[in-house]
């Protein structure tokens, strides 16, 4: 099989960011967010009367390394295009990312989830892919279940999955992860 080259240009990675468990932690029994100080969680409208809780300190410093030379972020969440125009003014972040789309809803099937598809298709033009969804390890299970390669083994590219605990949500340790990453994949990207 034939290994799609990265585009032609100065190099970059591309950022896939879902809502639901990563930038908004689910409210379970139990959870403890204590990754990010107390004060910096916020909680607002953001969709029909819906409310989000995310934290203030998790969203900066999630920005910050969008914004950086080379990183391209989209969000890769069943919110779709809501992420961009109602999520994203409301938390300040990502309001002109653009949204990559899907069938299948929330739910994954060892083939064939379309996020896995859309961090696939990225890799086939990127240097590298930082993809964050917190349903990754439950997919990640399925597949070595079934014998199937985990997607670290995907051809076209550079790989980082993280998979926050969906009731604590991105922590600051995943972002640590990433700005590794981004150093290796984009030398100088990130400050010592």
Known sequence: MATAAPRAGPL??????????????YDLPGAERTGWPASSWRTAPVLFGMEITWSGAMVERLARIAALPGVEPAWCTTWGFRAARYLGPAIGLGEDWPC?????????????????????????????????????????????????????????????????RPDR????????????????????????
Do not use: C, M
């Open 12 to 25: 970059s990675v591309a950022l896939l960011v879902d809502v639901d468990g990563v930038i908004a932690p």
């Open 100 to 164: 990559l789309e899907g069938e299948g809803g929330g739910a994954f099937a060892v083939e064939g989830w379309w996020k896995a598809d859309r961090a696939r298709e990225a890799l086939a033009t990127h240097a590298g892919v930082i993809w964050i969804d917190d349903l990754i390890d439950g997919w990640r299970d399925e597949l070595a279940a079934t014998g199937q390669p985990a997607p670290e083994s995907w051809p076209g590219g550079r790989l980082l999955t993280v998979s926050p």
């Open 169 to 192: 949500g991105l922590e600051p340790a995943h972002l640590d992860e990433a700005e590794l990453f981004l150093s290796t994949v984009l030398p100088g990207s990130v400050a010592p």
